[in-house]
């Protein structure tokens, strides 16, 4: 199995895993912005998994399906099991924090479930907002930190990914790709 590795994008995606990894380790290290610092090469690293997975040449379609899977797991892992740790973190294990870790998990896995078996639509755009959105959504809250009085940041925390998850992965919401030359709601 390790001869999928030696593939460049599948190799790049082991990487991002392995910030994501680290960014959890950070995250149950309570170093919450360094973590999320992290997570944001992860992201990186998603981005131009794809890039070199699109322009490499002869590629395996073994190796592909193989790169596929490995994505969508990345894409799991930092995307939405990372938020999840740094809300509960956030708000100190708290029975809300619980609640919207889950309905992360539970958004994240339809998401990329939904992704995994239709793809984008013919007009190159995602039904629902990215995992990818949640780490960058992350760091903007966390440099608003300062701005915000500290006994209400948990709760914006909170409410910005119940958001997240309930309202933007599970709507009818479509986000194009960057190559998509316009959006057409179904």
């Given at each position: 199995?390790?001869?999928?590795?030696?593939?460049?994008?599948?190799?790049?995606?082991?990487?991002?895993?392995?910030?994501?990894?680290?960014?959890?380790f950070l995250a149950l290290s309570e170093h919450?912005?360094?973590?999320?610092?992290?997570?944001?090469?992860?992201?990186?690293?998603?981005?131009?998994?794809?890039?070199?997975?699109?322009?490499?040449?002869?590629?395996?379609?073994?190796?592909?399906?193989?790169?596929?899977?490995?994505?969508?797991?990345?894409?799991?892992?930092?995307?939405?099991?990372?938020?999840?740790?740094?809300?509960?973190?956030?708000?100190?294990?708290?029975?809300?924090?619980?609640?919207?870790?889950?309905?992360?998990?539970?958004?994240?896995?339809?998401?990329?479930?939904?992704?995994?078996?239709?793809?984008?639509?013919?007009?190159?755009?995602?039904?629902?907002?990215?995992?990818?959105?949640?780490?960058?959504?992350?760091?903007?809250?966390?440099?608003?930190?300062?701005?915000?009085?500290?006994?209400?940041?948990?709760?914006?925390?909170?409410?910005?990914?119940?958001?997240?998850a309930m309202l933007w992965r599970m709507s009818?919401?479509?986000?194009?790709?960057?190559?998509?030359?316009?959006?057409?709601?179904?």
């Open positions: 199995m390790l001869k999928y590795l030696w593939d460049p994008a599948n190799a790049i995606t082991i990487i991002g895993l392995l910030f994501s990894s680290t960014s959890l919450l912005e360094l973590s999320v610092a992290v997570a944001l090469w992860a992201v990186l690293s998603d981005h131009l998994d794809g890039y070199v997975a699109g322009r490499t040449k002869g590629r395996d379609p073994d190796v592909a399906k193989m790169g596929a899977s490995l994505d969508g797991f990345a894409d799991m892992v930092y995307g939405a099991v990372l938020p999840a740790v740094i809300v509960v973190k956030v708000s100190q294990a708290s029975p809300l924090a619980l609640a919207i870790a889950t309905a992360l998990l539970v958004a994240g896995a339809i998401r990329l479930s939904y992704f995994v078996n239709f793809g984008r639509s013919c007009n190159e755009c995602f039904l629902g907002v990215p995992l990818s959105y949640d780490v960058p959504l992350l760091a903007l809250v966390f440099l608003l930190k300062p701005l915000i009085p500290a006994e209400a940041f948990s709760d914006v925390v909170n409410i910005g990914f119940l958001l997240l009818r919401l479509f986000v194009c790709h960057h190559s998509a030359q316009q959006c057409i709601r179904q």
